[in-house]
């Protein structure tokens, strides 16, 4: 069965600081999907990033960064000089594309919290 | 940009109420979902639909139902509401593909609560 954990519940930082989220996912496919998504205090899930389990190159977008390693089955999320903007909470989530049109399968969320 | 819409924020019944959540995306998604969060949790799958009138069940479907009679509404319906339902409703849609690759989109969300 797919798991995707996220340890870290909750996560504090002063604002310019660094910080990074962890992501560890299990499956036995071969080729699968993870993604991460931002909810801010609105609520609304936004979509922040899709990785192909074959592409393990490290993508940076502005102060967001991800890495993916495949060998340890993470999908660690950087941002880098934190913002008071960037407190939400994040899910991690994984599909399984040989499965069809089967859903998402969520982490538990990290939240994050940003002090100015 | 894809517009999910659910139709309202915050809501409260009382036990023993049907209530129906419903949920409209503007951008021809063939999949539509709903889920929960809460506390601890993280998000849980009720129900999906992948065409007009198909539903699966997720992983906690008891006590819900769903409708998806035109393919930009899918609606969420609790029987008969009980204390326990009180929650943060999800509702998101997704283009069909064969590869599952594509993101889901979610709507603002629905706070209820069941009195």
């Known amino acids: 069965a797919q798991k995707v954990t996220q340890a870290q519940t909750e996560i504090s930082v002063v604002e310019k600081e660094d910080v990074t989220l962890d992501c560890v996912y299990e499956?036995?496919?071969?080729?699968?999907?993870l993604f991460w998504y931002k909810q801010p205090p609105s609520g609304e899930l936004v979509f922040l990033i899709r990785?192909?389990?074959?592409?393990?190159q490290n993508e940076i977008s502005g102060r967001y960064s991800w890495n993916f390693q495949k060998s340890t089955s993470s999908f660690n999320f950087t941002i880098t000089a934190s913002q008071v903007v960037d407190s939400a909470v994040y899910f991690c989530?994984?599909?399984?594309?040989?499965?069809?049109?089967?859903?998402?399968?969520f982490g538990k969320g990290t939240r994050l919290s940003v002090i100015a | 940009d894809v517009k999910v819409t659910q139709s309202s924020r915050y809501l409260v019944k009382r036990t023993g109420e049907k209530v129906f959540l419903e949920c409209v995306q503007d951008?021809?998604?063939?999949?539509m979902f709903w889920y929960r969060q809460d506390p601890g949790l993280g998000l849980r799958l009720i129900y999906f639909?992948?065409?007009?009138?198909?539903?699966e069940k997720g992983d906690i479907p008891e006590g819900y139902s769903v409708s998806r009679e035109k393919k930009e509404r899918f609606s969420l319906i609790l029987e008969s509401a009980s204390t326990n339902q009180t929650s943060m409703y999800l509702c998101?849609?997704?283009?069909?593909?064969?590869?599952?690759?594509?993101?889901?989109?979610f709507g603002d969300g629905t706070r209820l609560s069941i009195l």
């Open positions: 998101a849609s997704s283009f069909a593909t064969t590869n599952s690759n594509q993101p889901q989109h």
């Open positions: 499956t036995r496919d071969t080729t699968y999907y």
């Open positions: 990785r192909n389990s074959f592409d393990e």
């Open positions: 989530a994984l599909s399984d594309p040989n499965s069809g049109n089967t859903p998402l399968v």
């Open positions: 951008m021809d998604h063939e999949n």
């Open positions: 639909s992948y065409d007009v009138k198909m539903k």
